[in-house]
């Protein structure tokens, strides 16, 4: 097979990499020119995309991820590439799919301890192209809520958090997009404390939250407004006919009545059915073999239970394992 591998972003022709995104039926968000943009200008962070394009010089595969490190002295054991529900293959061809992964890993092997696919839909049929490269396959779950009507997903969803929601919703709380760049930051304040006390694992900087507002083509900021303060709220990217959860974080021991989190969780399912949206995908469920409280939570919304997995290649096996027991031992003194 005749084929040609761009990786210089200068030499892509956006609008043809844009119609691929969009077409491919399993096109998502990570994978298109906008999102690569936003990345661009995020600190710590640097996109990284490749074309394969066929003798008839037509795309017929696209591959993004990111390469993050965090800030100061742990720059050098955090280097990683996250590649987000990819790579975008024409029919799942696995000649297509080979090439462009084995391209992928050669650009970006040396520069991050390791890559990590954070499947959004199943590579099933591709599969043996990451095992070629090195790769290893993790389960992962996934929720995934269809949308099919109102009347429906509101059977699906569990009568309890039926109930908080009307509670919440009764005692004054509304859900709001975020109009101005105040709410954004009382958001991420609420995203500090989570990720400081139960997460543990590093957060982007503000700079990311400020361009995904400033940017209003990659999604919204649904927001629980109480008494005039922002107690919750979800980061969710928009792209055909799907709403993803990115980051979502709540006061809830502060506003245990009002149910911050539910609502946080409701609002975008809710907007979606508003706008004639057809999934709302919940971007992780945790790895079956972990205890995963959020799993159950995510349980009641009435989503489909799936494993799509996520592979890893570990580039530097040393740096990997301190990078791991480095995170470890900052999660016991945090």
Same mark, same amino acid.
Request: with cysteine; charged share 25%; proline share 4%.
């Given at each position: 097979?005749?084929?040609?591998?761009?990786?210089?972003?200068?030499?892509?022709?956006?609008?043809?990499?844009?119609?691929?995104?969009?077409?491919?039926?399993?096109?998502?968000?990570?994978?298109?020119?906008?999102?690569?943009?936003?990345?661009?200008?995020?600190?710590?962070?640097?996109? @990284? @995309?490749? %074309?394969?394009?066929?003798?008839?010089?037509?795309?017929?595969?696209?591959?993004?991820?990111?390469?993050?490190?965090?800030?100061?002295?742990?720059?050098?054991?955090?280097?990683?590439?996250?590649?987000?529900?990819?790579?975008? @293959?024409?029919?799942?061809?696995?000649?297509?799919?080979?090439?462009?992964?084995?391209?992928?890993?050669?650009?970006?092997?040396?520069?991050?301890?390791?890559?990590?696919?954070?499947?959004?839909?199943?590579?099933? $049929?591709?599969?043996?192209?990451?095992?070629?490269?090195?790769?290893?396959?993790?389960?992962?779950?996934?929720?995934?809520?269809?949308?099919?009507?109102?009347?429906?997903?509101?059977?699906?969803?569990? =009568?309890?958090?039926?109930?908080?929601?009307?509670?919440?919703?009764? $005692?004054?709380?509304?859900?709001?997009?975020?109009?101005?760049? =105040?709410?954004?930051?009382?958001?991420?304040?609420?995203?500090?404390?989570?990720?400081?006390?139960?997460?543990?694992?590093?957060?982007?900087?503000? =700079?990311?939250?400020?361009?995904?507002?400033?940017?209003?083509?990659?999604?919204?900021?649904?927001?629980i407004n109480y008494k005039n303060q922002i107690i919750g709220g979800i980061m969710c990217s928009v792209y055909k006919y799907? %709403?993803?959860?990115?980051?979502?974080?709540?006061?809830?021991?502060?506003?245990? =009545?009002?149910?911050?989190?539910?609502?946080?969780?409701?609002?975008?399912?809710?907007?979606?059915?508003?706008?004639?949206?057809?999934?709302?995908?919940?971007?992780?469920?945790?790895?079956?073999?972990?205890?995963?409280?959020?799993?159950?939570?995510?349980?009641?919304?009435?989503?489909?239970?799936?494993?799509?997995?996520?592979?890893?290649?570990i580039n530097k096996p040393l740096l990997y394992h301190i990078g791991k027991l480095g995170l470890k031992m900052l999660q016991?003194?945090?």
């Amino acid at each position: 097979m005749v084929f040609k591998i761009i990786s210089n972003p200068k030499d892509i022709n956006k609008k043809e990499w844009e119609n691929f995104v969009q077409e491919h039926p399993e096109g998502n968000p990570f994978h298109n020119p906008q999102m690569f943009e936003f990345f661009h200008q995020v600190d710590n962070y640097k996109p @990284v @995309v490749l %074309i394969y394009k066929g003798k008839e010089r037509k795309i017929l595969g696209v591959l993004m991820g990111m390469l993050q490190k965090e800030p100061g002295i742990k720059s050098f054991f955090s280097r990683r590439c996250i590649v987000w529900g990819g790579p975008l @293959v024409k029919d799942n061809d696995p000649a297509v799919a080979r090439q462009i992964i084995i391209s992928f890993t050669e650009l970006v092997k040396n520069k991050s301890i390791y890559i990590e696919f954070r499947n959004l839909f199943s590579t099933e $049929k591709i599969k043996e192209a990451f095992l070629f490269s090195g790769f290893k396959w993790h389960d992962h779950l996934n929720f995934i809520v269809t949308l099919d009507s109102r009347e429906n997903v509101i059977k699906r969803i569990s =009568s309890g958090k039926l109930r908080q929601i009307k509670k919440g919703l009764s $005692k004054g709380a509304e859900i709001i997009k975020a109009d101005n760049i =105040s709410q954004v930051e009382q958001f991420y304040e609420i995203l500090k404390i989570l990720y400081k006390n139960k997460v543990k694992k590093p957060l982007p900087s503000f =700079s990311f939250f400020k361009n995904f507002f400033n940017d209003k083509s990659l999604g919204k900021y649904l927001l629980i407004n109480y008494k005039n303060q922002i107690i919750g709220g979800i980061m969710c990217s928009v792209y055909k006919y799907t %709403i993803y959860e990115w980051y979502i974080a709540s006061l809830d021991n502060e506003y245990k =009545s009002i149910y911050p989190g539910v609502l946080a969780t409701w609002a975008p399912i809710n907007y979606a059915l508003d706008h004639h949206l057809k999934y709302f995908d919940f971007m992780g469920a945790g790895s079956p073999d972990d205890d995963y409280g959020v799993r159950e939570f995510k349980s009641k919304f009435g989503g489909e239970l799936v494993n799509y997995g996520r592979f890893v290649r570990i580039n530097k096996p040393l740096l990997y394992h301190i990078g791991k027991l480095g995170l470890k031992m900052l999660q016991k003194l945090s």
